[in-house]
């Protein structure tokens, strides 16, 4: 049962069909990151009134960490009906998803979906809450 | 020492990889590295399967665990355990590859007090085992989010029952817990069990410590110190298009992660890893037993100049004659 030939045309093949299966499902879509939008008509109204445009949290914060505090602060309101939350730099805000995140980021498509969507992230919070009226500037 | 060494290693190499991200290499450790290790793996693989495949095996040595196809027709054929049809060794190669059929009958020796020697049925290497690769799978598959421009739907599908717990945020999977669990598992057996312990080398324990420091690294940047996953994204997008590019502000857990992997990767074709492709390649496992009804010839036998006794009495018989001896032919 010499057959080197034939076992390695199927690992090549194997392989191809496998590994490759990323490489030619990718051809022909362009490689780009999402970029999010941060132009809606709330968040410009506090560029105007602060100077600058900023998160409850710093962004570097808030892009890696927003889940967790989404569910502190639903834990916080649910359970223990606290919905003051002091940010790192002693500000008080209302802790909301609908209220407080939603108002300015009133544009679930371009801000919430882009990189949830790159990432193939399902989060359930639309499982309970909806979605606001796409509003942009 | 022989615990220790493969640990050192595998600390070394994020040690490494850690020192490489803080002195701005992310350049070689994000785009070199990966590229040669894959480069590497499958050439590596492709040799070792291309030397096994021409390795001749001229005759059948299955291992026969059931009873053998019989011409007396009331004996039953154990049609799996003993195939005699290409379909029999199919099925019982799908069961060795899927679910480990031979390690399921794995047994444990144990000397008593008499002295008494005890056989036993020992499952928890095999359910360790099954637990570990059906979870490593699962996880490299759902990988494939980050491989892909738009994820496909099977993929998500996965991910969802993955997390179908829906504990913590980002949600838990229940694969990293398994693996995590069924490594440790795999590692305590060679140190607690003292015979385990005797037999096993520094090659046994690297790959335990390399895959759960994989898993660790992957575990903390999910979890715990997060990582730039668009970034993330990106780059690996742009390795698999051939146009690399290096986002800034990754983060160097992803790099230790990364370098780790690709550590993984360039050890495969050289270890015990191989098994991978080996499983399919063992003689005893992937032939039809079936000597009895197929003359199987050893291809390089020398061609014997045969004397057959038909040509001897021609040469003889006169002689044989002579000598009063009996002949077949008059």
Do not use: A, E, G, H
């Given at each position: 049962m010499k057959n080197a030939g034939t076992i390695v045309i199927v690992v090549v093949v194997g392989f191809v069909a496998f590994f490759g299966f990323p490489f030619y499902y990718n051809i022909g879509k362009a490689n780009e990151a999402p970029k999010l939008k941060f132009d809606t008509p709330a968040i410009l109204e506090w560029e105007k009134v602060n100077g600058k445009k900023e998160c409850v949290e710093p962004k570097e914060f808030m892009r890696g960490e927003h889940m967790q505090m989404l569910n502190q602060w639903r834990d916080s309101v649910v359970r223990n009906a606290d919905r003051v939350y002091v940010n790192s730099q002693g500000r008080s805000f209302t802790?909301?998803?609908?209220?407080?995140c939603m108002n300015c980021h009133s544009n679930k498509k371009d801000f919430c979906d882009k990189c949830h969507n790159y990432l193939g992230v399902k989060p359930y919070c639309w499982g309970c809450h909806i979605a606001p009226k796409e509003k942009q500037s | 020492m022989k615990i220790l060494l493969p640990l050192f290693a595998v600390v070394a190499l994020v040690v490494i990889a850690f020192v490489g991200v803080q002195a701005n290499l992310q350049a070689f450790f994000g785009i070199v590295i990966p590229y040669a290790a894959v480069a590497i793996f499958i050439i590596g693989f492709i040799v070792r399967v291309f030397r096994w495949g021409s390795?001749?095996?001229?005759f059948r040595i299955p291992t026969t665990a059931g009873q053998m196809k019989s011409f007396a027709p009331w004996i039953k054929q154990n049609k799996i355990d003993n195939p005699s049809s290409r379909l029999g060794v199919f099925a019982r190669m799908a069961l060795e590859v899927l679910v480990f059929r031979s390690l399921f009958r794995n047994t444990k020796t144990e000397l008593h007090d008499g002295p008494k020697l005890v056989y036993g049925s020992e499952k928890f290497l095999w359910l360790a085992g099954l637990a570990f690769h059906w979870s490593f799978l699962i996880i490299f598959v759902r990988h494939f989010r980050f491989f892909m421009q738009d994820v496909p739907t099977v993929i998500q599908i996965m991910e969802s029952l993955d997390s179908f717990?829906?504990?913590g945020a980002p949600l838990l999977y229940l694969t990293d817990v398994v693996l995590v669990g069924a490594v440790t598992f795999l590692f305590l057996r060679r140190v607690v069990m003292p015979q385990i312990k005797f037999i096993s080398l520094p090659a046994d324990y690297f790959p335990l410590f390399l895959i759960l420091g994989i898993a660790l690294s992957g575990i903390l940047m999910r979890?715990?110190?997060?990582?730039h996953i668009v970034g993330v994204k990106e780059l690996v997008m742009g390795l698999l298009s051939f146009s690399p590019v290096i986002p800034a502000g990754i983060g160097s857990v992803f790099y230790i992660h990364l370098f780790l992997v690709s550590a993984l990767l360039i050890y495969f074709p050289l270890s015990k890893l191989m098994h991978m492709g080996g499983v399919f390649l063992s003689p005893t496992r992937n032939m039809a037993n079936n000597s009895r009804e197929v003359r199987h010839i050893n291809p390089w036998n020398y061609p014997v100049h045969v004397h057959t006794y038909q040509e001897y009495e021609d040469e003889f018989r006169e002689k044989m004659k002579k000598a009063g001896l009996p002949v077949e032919k008059e």
């Open positions: 802790m909301s998803f609908q209220n407080t | 390795s001749p095996v001229p717990l829906q504990i979890y715990f110190t997060k990582v």
